[in-house]
Structures are given as C-alpha cells and as structure tokens.
C-alpha cells in the first residue's frame, strides 16, 4: 500500500522537522554518522551507463580518488566512456546496458563496492536497484521502493495527494474501463491529457480536445504504453493549457535530513522533451519559488526518499497555480545547471548520501549560495533535424570545434571529432551549460558560446538553440511548454546567404582539389589560371520547394586573387587562402577579412562563418550539372561551359536511351561525355567534331517530344 511508505516517514519526519532542517541537525547527524557503522568509504564503483553521464559520473569519481569500472557494447566499443577506464567490459549486444543480472555479475566478480546507474536505462528500476542491495551493493540512488512507489504515476499522485502535495484534477485509480475513463475525462472537462501511468520520456500520452476523440485517443496512448512499457494503464488529467513545466531538485541523506537545491525552468520541449533549462525560473514570485521548495521536500519525505530526485511541477501560467506532475528518482540530464546555481558537485554528494554521510549542505547554506551565484542555462545539443519535426539523425562526427570553457562555460559531451553517433541509443550530443550574473548575461554567454560551438556530420539543433535564445519573447522570460508551437513560424523562418559565404564554398570546392597555389608559375612562362563555375543550393530538408540555386563563377587572376560573380554580382581581385587541413578559407572582400570553415560530407556542404552554420549541397561544376541530366532549355542540350567538340557520338533522326553518350567535349584539358538527359529523338546536331562552342550554346537538339 502507499499510504505505508507516507505514515513510516510521516511519523518519522513531520513537517515540524522538515522545515527546520537546520546547521544543527546536520551537526547532529554527522557526529551520529561517523561513528556508525553504516558509514563505509566507496573506494571503487561501476558505472551502468553510456555517454555523457558514464563520463560526467567517472569524472567526479576520479577526484575523489574512487576506482571507476565501465561498461560498453558492440556498437560502443570506440566510444569515449569506453576509453576513459582501463576496467572497461563489453556487455555484447546494442540493448545489454539494460541487462542487470549480467551486470551485478561483472561488478561482483571485478570487487566494485557501489554501482550508479545514470539515467534512463535501469536508474528508475526498482528490481535492479533491489538486486543491486541483495547483492551486497551499494546502490547509488534511493531505495528502490522509493522509486517503485514513484514509478508509477498514479500511485505517486496518490501518496502526494496524502501528503499534501497538489496535483492536476484528475483521475487515477484502477478503474481502466474506457466507458469510465471517459465518463472521468466528461467530468474533469476537456481537454484532458490520457497519461500512461508507467510513462516516461513523453511516451505514452495524448490531448483529447473533445469528447469525441476520447476513445480513439485512448487507444493510441495504450498502443504506445503497452509497446513502450509493457503496461497500458492510463490516468486521466486536466490538460493545463499555457503550462511551465518546473521541477525541484532535492536532496536526502539517511539521516532525515532533505534540502531542495532551487528549482529549474525546462519549459522549452519539442515532443513533450526538454531541451533547454535553467535556474531560477524566470518570471516567478519569490513565494511561489519557497512554495515549490516546500512542496518538493513535502513529496521526497513522504516517499522515505534518499539521494539525489526530482520532483516535476506543472504550473498553470494562466492561474499561478501550480501542480505535483511526477518524480524521478535519480539524477536528471539538467543536473549540471542546479550545479552551476549552488556551487556543488550533485555526483559527489550522491556518493557521500551513499556512503552514509550527511548533507553537505543544510537549506539556508544552499538558499544563501542560490542568492549570490546568478543564473545558469543548459541548451542541450542533440543530432536531430529541426526542419523534420527533430527526427534524430546519426553518424560520424566529421569536424568538432567547441567553445572555450571557463568557471562559467561547461561542457558535458560524450562523443569527440572521429565518433559516431549511433542510432541505437539516445542522439544528445553534448550539454552546453553556461552561467551569468543574471539570466540576461547567462542568455548573452549562451548565445556567443553557442556560436563557437561547430559540428558537422549528423545534423544538429545547434542553429535552431541560437533562434530560441534571440526569440524575444525567451529572452523576455514569457516561457511555457507551448513555445516551440507556438512560435514556430518566426522560429523556423531561415534568414538569406549572403553571397560572400557562397563564394567562398565555391572557392573551398576549387581549391581542395588543387590547392591554393596552382599553378604556380614556373620561370620564363606566364601561369595559366583557373576559370571555374559552379553550381549548388542551400540543403532544404521540410518545405519541399525547390531550394534556391546558386551559380558561381570564379576566376583566377593572380597567384591568391579571384574574381568572383555569385548570382550576377562580383567581386573583384579577392585575396583568399585555403587551408585544406583545417578547412578554413580565409578571404578579403575590401578589406573584410571573412574566415569560413567548409566541410565536405559526401554531398552536404557544412560551411561555419562568423557564428552561423549553413548547409549546402556540394558545388558541382555546372559543365557536370549539365552532363549528370539537368534538363535543358527548348528542348536541347547546351554546352555547360567554353569547350571544343571533340566527337558527335550521334546523328539526326536517331532515337536515344537516357545517359546515352551525345557528345564529346574538351575543356580545360579535359574531355567530358555529354549525356542524354532522357530518351528521345535527336532533331538535329548543332555542332560538328572541331567546333569551339561558348559556354550555353546548344550541342544538340531534341525533337518536340520525349518520353522521360
Ligand atoms: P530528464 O527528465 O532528466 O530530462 P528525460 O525524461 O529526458 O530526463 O530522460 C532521461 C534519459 O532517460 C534520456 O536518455 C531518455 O532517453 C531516457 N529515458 C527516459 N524515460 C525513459 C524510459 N521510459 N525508457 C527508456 N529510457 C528513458
Ligand atoms: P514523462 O514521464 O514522459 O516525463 P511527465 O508527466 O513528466 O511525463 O510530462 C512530460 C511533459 O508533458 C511535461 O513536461 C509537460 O510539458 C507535459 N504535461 C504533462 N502533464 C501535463 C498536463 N496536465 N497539462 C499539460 N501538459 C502536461
Ligand atoms: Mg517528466
């Protein structure tokens, strides 16, 4: 039964007790501690996770000369966590970080005293952290009957409600006949929000806005409930509107004692899922954030909880009202902003919880760190393509550049340049957390970090965090769970490429291929140089329209000078080097020196130019656009740039297949077969074997119609 859990800890913590978590109980518990015997140092632990989280939790073992033991699977063999501890263990197969049993095994058998799980894998399993404590380990995380009452949505609303804790009008009890489900949802008012009550990670939920659509709903939230959790209970809650979602982070030892580290803002989701958070929450009265604190330490007391948890609020703009939405029971993704907002590392506090110490902190130590640190933002960078409703994307990372990091700049990456981003596990990249003196200077080091942050290969959110941080109305602090929506045509509208960036991706296509000093001249003879023209468009992933196209010729004057026409436009005698190692072609358009980065990935373009990102499909020289079958105007095939004939491979009259050859041009040294862009009849050949023909001139001509 729930309520069990809530008397135990009601009668051993009341609320007196709660609100008076003080220096002395602190003093009180360390004395009582470190003479018990419950008190052991951890001296070696294994870390059940992948990514970011098995670095960030190695990282603070390490400090605290704690022995770290590191699993990975096939797919993971290269990856950082894997390499970052000599006692590294393949697990085998892409789904064996969720194989407790065989872990335990691996940590008995290599003598870990502790295990951490994390997040997400097995860190809210309450048989795993059950087993871990059979075992004879130390699992870092509370009682797993902590998480096994939290775990399941309906049950943790029950014990709150008991406890005083508000929650979102709604039901849910275990009645799960839909004509009742939907006589509830009738009552509570729509719209309602169907959640499954094992849900996490969005899954599992659905808006009805009407009565109608309640059945067909229901069906869809157990579908995904019962393939995603393997169970289809729903609960049924009043869908709050314009809501922020804001969460507590807490604290308890074994000792009573439990603090709430602030509170952080994740309103800004795409799929019901966090991508950007802070602390403080902007825009929030000072009592309602002490309310919060109060209510969150309220929630982990009743559940007789230890370690590090979260307890997530919905809080209705519209009414200031605000609501318990669930807790998870580990620590979160976001962790590192309450970090930068407190002074502390929550990983070692963990340990310390773990091995029986007090709280480092009592509540007016962490609320006087709170008021002097600032504000701290993290913008979590994941291999996703916003264009495409944020599918994740995967691949190898091609070219890293990360901004310098500082006190106030943090990175939590778990992939280097060289990694692949794998599309069996979850596509986050990188945590970039920044801190300010006030969430205004937090946004402005955000944004110009942000701006140094380069990665090409997967596609990445990156671009699209920088549009959130200049939309006004984020800067302004107006933030709900609706924003992405709400906003989305301002946020999704791409501002034009200055033609300068265009001529200097065609310059890099020129230039990789024969280097910036060609050819160089030799003594006694004048250099011949380049004439190229190159075609390419920017890479448009949702619209469907045709992307724009962009013609650049670029000729060389001189042993480092071009003139450049992009679109009509040119630019004269433009000094430019290109360093084909580190990529960077660096430009003077009058004066203004312009350094741009520009990676090759196949046929995407990557080109990184004063803190903009822009993708591009690789410049084809336009002779080749031409011969690869563009079709061309009235009906015939021009010639794609200056060149004489060398061969006429057909005749008048003659029937051709599509990529059949037409003719044989040279240029530049070089010939080229001119291909059929479709089947047809030849109506007539313009010109014949030794004719010099300019660039746009027609070679052949194809009779009125063709079949494609
Ligand atoms: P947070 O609240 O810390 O932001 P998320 O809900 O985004 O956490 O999830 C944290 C991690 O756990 C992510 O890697 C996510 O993919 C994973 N995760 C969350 N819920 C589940 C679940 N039910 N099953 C598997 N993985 C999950
Ligand atoms: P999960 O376990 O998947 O994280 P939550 O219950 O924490 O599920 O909800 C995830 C997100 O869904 C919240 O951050 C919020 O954006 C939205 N949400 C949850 N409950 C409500 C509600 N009653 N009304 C409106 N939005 C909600
Ligand atoms: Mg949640």
């Known amino acids: 039964m729930a309520l069990s859990g809530l008397l135990r800890t009601g009668s051993r913590l009341g609320p007196v007790a709660l609100l008076s978590t003080s220096r002395s109980s602190t003093r009180t518990a360390a004395t009582l501690s470190s003479s018990s015997t419950e008190r052991a140092t951890l001296n070696s632990i294994l870390i059940a996770n992948r990514g970011e989280i098995a670095l960030r939790v190695g990282r603070t073992a390490a400090q605290h000369g704690i022995k770290v033991t590191t699993l990975y699977t096939h797919p993971d063999s290269r990856a950082q966590h894997a390499l970052s ?313 091609l070219h890293v550049r990360t901004p310098a990091e500082t006190d106030d700049v943090r990175i939590d990456a778990g992939f280097a340049a060289g990694d692949e981003v794998s599309a069996h596990y979850d596509p986050m990249i990188a945590k970039l957390i920044v801190r300010g003196s006030d969430r205004y200077e937090a946004l402005q080091k955000l944004r110009v970090a942000l701006e140094g942050y380069e990665i090409a290969g997967p596609m990445t959110n990156i671009e699209f965090l920088k549009d959130i941080c200049q939309s006004p109305d984020f800067v302004s602090g107006a933030v709900e769970t609706g924003y992405i929506n709400k906003h989305h045509e301002k946020l999704f509208t791409k501002s034009p490429i200055e033609d300068e960036l265009l001529a200097q991706v065609a310059l890099a296509s020129m230039l990789s291929s024969s280097g910036s000093f060609l050819p160089s001249p030799v003594l006694g003879f004048s250099p011949t140089f380049q004439q190229r023209q190159f075609t390419f468009a920017a890479k448009q992933s949702s619209t469907g329209e045709d992307a724009p196209r962009y013609q650049v010729q670029i000729r060389q004057t001189g042993r480092d000078v071009f003139d450049i026409t992009v679109n009509g436009r040119t630019f004269e005698s433009v000094r430019s080097h290109f360093d084909v190692h580190t990529r960077l072609v660096q430009s003077f358009f009058n004066h203004t020196r312009l350094d741009t980065t520009v990676i090759q990935d196949e046929d995407t373009i990557v080109a990184f130019q004063r803190g903009r990102q822009y993708r591009l499909t690789a410049p084809r020289e336009s002779w080749m656009d031409k011969a690869l079958g563009v079709k061309d105007v009235a009906n015939s095939v021009l010639a794609p740039m200056p060149c004489k004939v060398l061969r006429v491979e057909v005749q008048e009259g003659q029937e051709v297949e599509k990529d059949q050859p037409l003719v044989v041009i040279e240029s530049m040294k070089m010939e080229t077969v001119i291909r059929s862009p479709h089947r047809g009849t030849i109506s007539r050949v313009v010109h014949k074997a030794g004719d010099q023909c300019k660039s746009g001139t027609p070679l052949v001509e194809f009779a009125g119609e063709e079949n494609s």
């Open 85 to 397: 501890s000599p006692y590294a263990f393949n697990l085998g197969e892409t789904s064996a970080y969720l194989d407790g049993d065989r872990i335990i095994e691996i940590a008995k058998r290599e003598g870990c005293q502790a295990i951490h799980p994390g997040y997400g894998f097995l860190s809210e399993n309450p048989s795993f952290a059950r087993k871990c404590t059979e075992a004879g380990l130390v699992f870092i995380g509370p009682p797993w009957k902590a998480i096994e009452d939290m775990g399941d949505k309906s049950r943790s609303k029950e014990i709150m409600t008991a406890a005083g804790v508000p929650c979102v009008p709604g039901y849910h009890g275990s009645n799960q006949d839909p004509a009742f489900l939907e006589n509830e949802a009738d009552r509570i008012g729509y719209p309602v929000l169907i959640k499954a009550v094992k849900g996490g990670g969005g899954k599992g939920m659905r808006i009805v806005r009407s009565k109608a659509e309640f059945q067909d709903q229901l069906r869809s939230a157990k579908s995904e409930a019962a393939s995603s959790f393997g169970d289809d209970h729903m609960l049924i809650e009043k869908y709050i509107t314009t809501p922020r979602h804001i969460e507590v982070q807490i604290f308890a030892d074994k000792h009573g004692n439990c603090v709430a580290l602030g509170e952080r803002d994740c309103s800004i989701q795409r799929r019901h899922q966090k991508i950007l958070e802070e602390s403080p929450a902007p825009q929030l009265p000072q009592a309602t954030r002490k309310d919060l604190w109060d209510k969150a330490r309220a929630a982990a007391l009743a559940v007789g909880y230890e370690g590090a948890g979260t307890v997530e609020f919905i809080f209705d703009n519209d009414t200031g009202e605000f609501y318990f939405m669930e807790m998870n029971t580990r620590l979160q993704v976001e962790h590192p902003v309450t970090e930068m907002v407190t002074g502390q590392d929550l990983v070692h506090w963990q340990i310390l919880v773990a091995q029986g110490a007090p709280l480092p902190l009592t509540q007016e130590e962490i609320e006087a760190q709170i008021a002097t640190r600032g504000h701290a933002i993290e913008a979590r960078i994941y291999a996703e393509d916003p264009d495409k409703g944020f599918i994740p994307d995967s691949g190898r990372l």
